[in-house]
């Protein structure tokens, strides 16, 4: 079957910007007996949340702080989210004595998490390096001062810069995030039928490369974000990108043209939009794709397209002769077409969902276009469409999407052991967590991965999901050689719940652990067991990861684990200056083996890293007020990476 024009909603296709909060991200130097506001970076702070006396760091106000880590490299800064800080026990408003090398969790007196690195000290003065997540933030007005550009990104992948898969390719859709761009107002979407505008509310975005230079066609503008078509005739190389807003010009901005660099568009956070190839018809959770069905696939990045516009719709599509390669739960699926639709920038691309796909909810969908790897995504894919169903936790179509504002209840407790490199050789960490949330929409468990497949994350730092938490009765444990222990609420925090267990509490053998509370005030009783089955999970090659070649693929072998459950395969690398990605696979226990692609690992950057072997073990949770809910148990195996 060859080449279907399909229209679709271009406005699934453009990421338009989300500017009510933001990240601050800042280095600053503290003078002795000097506060620090860590939701502005303004010293001295109004109000304060730090006090540096020369030193000890004293909690200010409600603030409080705890250290996370000792002895931390700097290179794994961005890897701590805000949802790890949130989690950290020990919060107090005590003062402490900082070290070079410590990392800590703050909590602000406006209530936001805060990572805070401790980069030198000296004579009474302390530099520390920090990140407030999810801080409000001002857009720039678009009038009083020049425009500024702070990153460039292609509008489907949005893979930070820098990062080895980073790229903008000629006739590719790409945004431009900074301050005072364009003329104040909500960004409405040009038409391209008659052409898109090259000037728009008072905005004009030139690109320059190698002698090359041309104004963009744009599609939308805000004052914090415009979106354009990169020219055809770009030359690949780099280069700069100029905002002119009403005649004053921005910063030159680099630019990194690429031949290709393909990005999927998504929806509901990795879901790729794909729709069916003859109906039209959006893939979804409820709607799931079937084995041997065509779809279409909705992207940029392909690569130069000469005979068709960078601005006008166009009525007779062409296909781009990029080398391209598409896999679907790892399995290289048939390309019918690949090249331009309708829309300048966007790319259409049909295929044929694998005969032998696997089924679930988030089965993995790269590309690698050019030899460049994609951003990672799903598509939910059942044997007779419909519903899907994912494989590991149980959840079907209708426990993860709701529709609409319908709340989602979920709850879960969890028994985690860690096996993990230290200064002493390595430390063996036995804990119990439980989580009881209300969310809003559509609920996605962290694990959102189906066997057989890797994807890709580019590890950037992360704000808290806006929930609620629901109140259960007091959670105990219980479980081999009397193990009875209560599981407390974690920093005040509504639906929060931890407790730091011996280092015998999880037998070699196995063993059977239950959760149980009694009626609490948003959740009724309920009591969840969970079985390791001995011997637990042993990874059997270790050693093998100490020196990873992102040219060849990474096996990891194991033993042990409870049959019938997965493997999650985890990796990380991260640059000195702290960028970093990392990938995640999904296997069955019982194969006892598996291969990272070669693909995978070429998304990542040289550096230091790790990579992790975890068995997850499910067990039901029910219990009145909770759509969701589940047990689970977590035996996790790290070992220190070298990612040439």
């Not at 860590?38 to 010293?43: F, H, N, S, V």
């Not at 090359?212 to 690949?236: H, K, N």
């Not at 967590?433 to 066997?451: E, H, K, M």
């Not at 194991?558 to 200056?577: D, L, R």
Request: charged share 10%.
């Amino acid at each position: 079957m060859g080449f279907t024009p399909l229209r679709f909603a271009l406005t699934v296709a453009l990421t338009f910007p989300v500017t009510a909060l933001a990240d601050l991200n800042t280095t600053v130097t503290l003078n002795s007996n000097t506060s620090i506001n860590l939701e502005t970076g303004a010293m001295p702070g109004a109000p304060a949340d730090l006090l540096w006396n020369g030193s000890t760091l004293a909690p200010q106000g409600a603030a409080t702080a705890v250290r996370r880590y000792d002895d931390f490299p700097e290179q794994f800064y961005a890897t701590v989210t805000s949802i790890e800080l949130q989690l950290l026990p020990g919060y107090s408003r005590n003062a402490f004595t900082p070290a070079v090398g410590d990392l800590y969790g703050v909590h602000t007196n406006g209530r936001h998490w805060t990572r805070m690195y401790v980069k030198a000290k000296s004579a009474g003065s302390i530099t520390l390096r920090f990140t407030t997540f999810g801080v409000p933030q001002t857009p720039g007005a678009g009038s009083g001062g020049a425009p500024t550009i702070t990153s460039i990104l292609n509008n489907s992948s949005l893979i930070p810069e820098g990062l080895p898969n980073y790229g903008i390719p000629p006739s590719s859709l790409f945004v431009i995030r900074g301050t005072g761009l364009a003329d104040p107002g909500l960004p409405v979407l040009q038409d391209s039928t008659n052409g898109l505008p090259r000037t728009l509310n008072g905005a004009k975005i030139t690109v320059r490369v190698a002698g090359f230079t041309e104004d963009t066609p744009i599609y939308y503008t805000s004052p914090s974000q415009l979106a354009g078509v990169i020219p055809a005739r770009t030359p690949a190389g780099d280069g700069t990108v100029t905002v002119t807003y009403k005649g004053v010009a921005s910063n030159a901005y680099p630019l990194h043209v690429t031949p290709a660099a393909l990005g999927f568009n998504t929806y509901n956070g990795n879901t790729g939009v794909a729709t069916d190839a003859i109906t039209g018809t959006l893939l979804t959770y409820a709607g799931s794709g079937r084995p041997g069905q065509i779809i279409v696939l909705w992207t940029t990045g392909l690569g130069s397209n000469p005979l068709d516009s960078d601005s006008t719709l166009i009525a007779t599509p062409h296909a781009v002769e990029t080398p391209l390669q598409i896999y679907v739960g790892g399995i290289p699926a048939e390309i019918l077409y690949k090249g331009a639709s309708q829309y300048p920038g966007v790319n259409q691309i049909n295929l044929v969902i694998p005969a032998n796909a696997p089924s679930g909810c988030w089965i993995t969908l790269v590309a690698v276009s050019g030899g460049v790897l994609s951003n990672s995504a799903t598509l939910p894919i059942e044997a007779g469409g419909g519903q899907c169903a994912d494989t590991v936790t149980g959840l079907t179509a209708s426990q993860i999407a709701t529709g609409g504002t319908q709340s989602i209840r979920t709850g879960f407790v969890g028994l985690i052991q860690t096996d993990a490199p230290s200064n002493s050789g390595r430390t063996l960490t036995n804990s119990a967590t439980g989580s009881f949330q209300r969310y809003t929409g559509v609920y996605t468990p962290s694990n959102s991965l189906s066997p057989g497949g890797c994807i890709v994350n580019d590890l950037t730092p992360v704000n808290a999901t806006d929930t609620t938490g629901l109140q259960p009765g007091a959670i105990r444990l219980s479980g081999p050689s009397n193990l009875d222990v209560p599981l407390n609420q974690q920093l005040g925090i509504k639906g929060a719940y931890f407790a730091l267990l011996g280092a015998g509490a999880i037998p070699a053998s196995g063993g059977t652990f239950t959760f149980a509370a009694p009626q609490g005030a948003d959740v009724g009783a309920f009591s969840s067991s969970i079985s390791f089955n001995g011997p637990l999970l042993a990874w059997t090659n270790r050693n093998a990861v100490a020196s990873v070649d992102r040219t060849q693929g990474i096996t990891v072998t194991w033993s042990g684990g409870n049959p019938g459950t997965y493997v999650f395969i985890t990796g990380t690398s991260a640059t000195q200056s702290a960028l970093a990605a990392g990938f995640t696979c999904l296997a069955p226990v019982e194969a006892g083996t598996f291969t990272v692609p070669a693909y995978i690992l070429s998304a990542l950057p040289a550096g230091r890293g790790a990579v992790e072997l975890q068995n997850y073990v499910y067990g039901p949770l029910a219990a009145s007020g909770l759509d969701i809910g589940y047990a689970f148990g977590d035996i996790a195996i790290t070992e220190n990476a070298m990612v040439r």
